[in-house]
């Protein structure tokens, strides 16, 4: 009965403040006075073109071309590339292959800056994929950990046969970099947790490593509940236990005012997208702007802004690529925002957080793709034996975190990270950037240079690569 009241109590709070949050962004946005704002003519015209350069189908988008992958299981996934997979040049190339993996509310556009350097187009084999329900491609029913970590493990797999990583008996010919963002990178720290072998190297930028996050919560729970023990005890002296109990939950208080939104996705899906699109797509308008930090917004950004968050319309859903693939027949693109839902499916349905429960024939794939001559995870401690801490990070990783972020707390999500990492990882803090370090000019920079180093073999020291163009980057944890 207790912990039935107690559950009954915490969702009942967390429904209060989901709707608060509606009213409250609601409120800013009126007081902004974006909420009742039309869209000019200039802006939808903006949002047309720029739908038409990310999502038809056969248009190139600098040196990228469309392609689709449909899994064994059926799925059709969208992404954009520089080589046409399963092609001689993808197959023979010694280049490596690149998978970048976005957040919400984007696409394979947040890369668009990244995976268009010519350095890179030249240097390796790069892959910009749609989530499930996002962009291009096909959605999802639910999207649990289960479903969504099956679907683009399946596809890294098929993407690593296409790019000629593995064949046949050979494997791991090429390196494998995976650079992901926001909620890519909370799926792509679960793979590098629970599927290592995947890729060679991880870069993760702005998402929470959950196991990490949660750890630190627990801790501060628990010092902060014997502070408060300490104060009852002895009530007459107790102002200082009381006040530093507190202050240790500050960040706490901080992460959960800046998850607001979090909370407004558990609402009724009506609600969730009344959020999501209401007064014109406020809400989106507003997050783009912040996105491109202190930079120029131009008309132009908000269009490519809008358009990358709100995929194909009408008219691209009809469109075909040079050979004659199209769009999943499954996604309504009558709806001028088909995959709203969707993307706050993500929050709905515990993909960060719920158990990866793996098919059988993930398990086959992926012990088939560990062995080879591959062996420096073997040797930094990530056997099937080891026993280190929980949700820990399996291959090496580079962390990037723009230490502006506003919708992460540095302290719940980075503190004791050298403890999660294996050999050859780092945590590389972008002093000047927030979190859309793919879009703001200075980190994007970085982010190029540090997938270059990557591509290139990882030749001297992350630190020094980065700040010959972010002079005050910094590593602020490694292994
Ligand atoms: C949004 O735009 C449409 C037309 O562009 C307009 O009719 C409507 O009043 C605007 N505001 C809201 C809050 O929907
Ligand atoms: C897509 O692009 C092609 C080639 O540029 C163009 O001819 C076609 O009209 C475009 N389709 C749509 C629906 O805009």
Redesign the pocket.
């Known amino acids: 009965m207790g912990t039935f009241i107690t559950k009954a109590v915490t969702r009942l709070a967390a429904f209060a403040y989901g709707l608060f949050t509606l009213f409250l962004y609601g409120y800013l946005a009126t007081r902004r006075g974006t909420?009742?704002k039309?869209?000019t003519e200039r802006q939808n015209l903006e949002l047309q073109l720029a739908r038409d350069r990310l999502w038809n189908l056969s248009k190139d988008y600098a040196g990228l071309s469309h392609y689709f992958i449909t899994l064994q299981s059926g799925f059709k996934f969208h992404f954009m590339s520089n080589a046409a997979p399963g092609s001689p040049s993808a197959l023979v190339s010694d280049r490596p292959l690149v998978i970048f993996i976005h957040g919400f509310p984007d696409s394979w556009a947040i890369w668009r800056h990244i995976a268009s350097s010519p350095s890179l187009q030249s240097s390796a084999n790069l892959v910009a994929i749609d989530l499930p329900g996002y962009g291009g491609s096909e959605s999802l029913e639910k999207y649990t950990a289960t479903a969504v970590l099956e679907k683009l493990t399946e596809l890294i797999i098929t993407l690593r046969a296409q790019y000629g990583v593995d064949e046949g008996t050979q494997t791991n010919k090429k390196r494998v970099i995976i650079v992901a963002h926001d909620w890519g990178c909370v799926l792509s720290m679960r793979l590098a947790a629970e599927a290592p072998s995947l890729a060679h190297r991880f870069i993760l930028s702005n998402g929470p490593l959950m196991s990490l996050a949660g750890s630190n919560v627990r801790r501060m729970l628990t010092s902060a509940s014997k502070m408060f023990n300490t104060a009852l005890a002895a009530p007459l002296s107790s102002r200082a236990p009381l006040l530093q109990a507190l202050r240790t939950l500050g960040p706490l208080f901080r992460q959960l005012k800046m998850s607001g939104y979090v909370f407004a996705m558990q609402l009724p899906p009506t609600l969730v997208t009344y959020f999501l699109t209401?007064?014109?797509y406020s809400l989106m308008a507003g997050i783009h702007k912040g996105s491109h930090g202190r930079g120029e917004f131009t008309p132009s950004d908000e269009g490519t802004s809008m358009a990358s968050s709100m995929g194909p319309s009408l008219a691209e859903s009809k469109t075909q690529t040079a050979n004659g693939d199209s769009y999943p027949a499954t996604i309504k693109y009558t709806h001028d925002f088909a995959n709203i839902l969707n993307m706050a499916g993500y929050y709905r349905d515990g993909a960060s957080i719920s158990r990866w429960r793996k098919s059988p024939q993930t398990v086959a794939n992926l012990h088939s793709i560990s062995g080879g001559p591959e062996l420096r995870r073997a040797n930094s401690g990530a056997g099937l034996l080891d026993e280190g801490t929980p949700g820990a990070l399996q291959a090496s990783s580079t962390v990037f975190w723009g230490k502006q972020d506003i919708a992460l707390n540095p302290q719940i999500c980075l503190d004791g990270m050298a403890d999660y990492l294996v050999a050859d990882s780092q945590v590389v803090m972008l002093t000047e950037s927030g979190h859309f370090t793919p879009i703001e000019q200075e980190s994007r920079v970085a982010l190029v240079k540090a997938v270059e180093w990557a591509v290139n073999g990882e030749k001297g020291d992350i630190g020094s690569v980065v700040q010959e163009c972010y002079p005050s980057a910094k590593v602020i944890a490694r292994r």
């Open positions: 909420f009742f039309k869209r209401g007064g014109n």
